[in-house]
């Protein structure tokens, strides 16, 4: 069965920064492009970032130069590093397994709980 635990969300300054984790399982996960998603409240899901099985590495626009994708294969696992969190960081943050359709990056399995992510002004 996959499953994906995400983990190391919560309340935090403006300025501050947080490191998420997602460990997945019931997967070959190196075999795995692996993404971040996050849900604000009262806004579309959007992607946060992907990172293909080999580490190459994609940014939405507003994570650039703020967040890092990485992934250790030896532990199934997919982490974001978000630094200068910004009130509009707000949300709640998903991993997913995927792959690249045209360049993009897709999800292509269940979604995990999520963690949730509270910038403070």
């Known amino acids: 069965q996959v499953q994906f635990v995400e983990s190391g969300g919560g309340l935090v300054q403006a300025g501050g920064s947080l490191k998420l984790s997602c460990a997945a399982s019931g997967i070959t996960f190196s075999a795995y492009a692996m993404g971040w998603y996050r849900q604000a409240p009262g806004k579309r899901t959007e992607l946060v970032a992907d990172?293909?099985?080999?580490?190459?590495?994609n940014y939405a626009d507003f994570a650039k130069g703020r967040f890092t994708i990485s992934r250790d294969n030896a532990k199934n696992t997919v982490y974001l590093q978000m630094n200068n969190l910004k009130p509009e960081d707000t949300g709640v943050y998903y991993c997913?397994?995927?792959?690249?359709?045209?360049?993009?990056?897709?999800?292509?399995?269940?979604w995990g709980q999520g963690t949730q992510v509270t910038v403070a002004s």
């Open positions: 990172i293909n099985y080999g580490g190459s590495t």
């Open positions: 997913t397994a995927g792959g690249y359709s045209g360049g993009y990056y897709y999800a292509s399995s269940r």
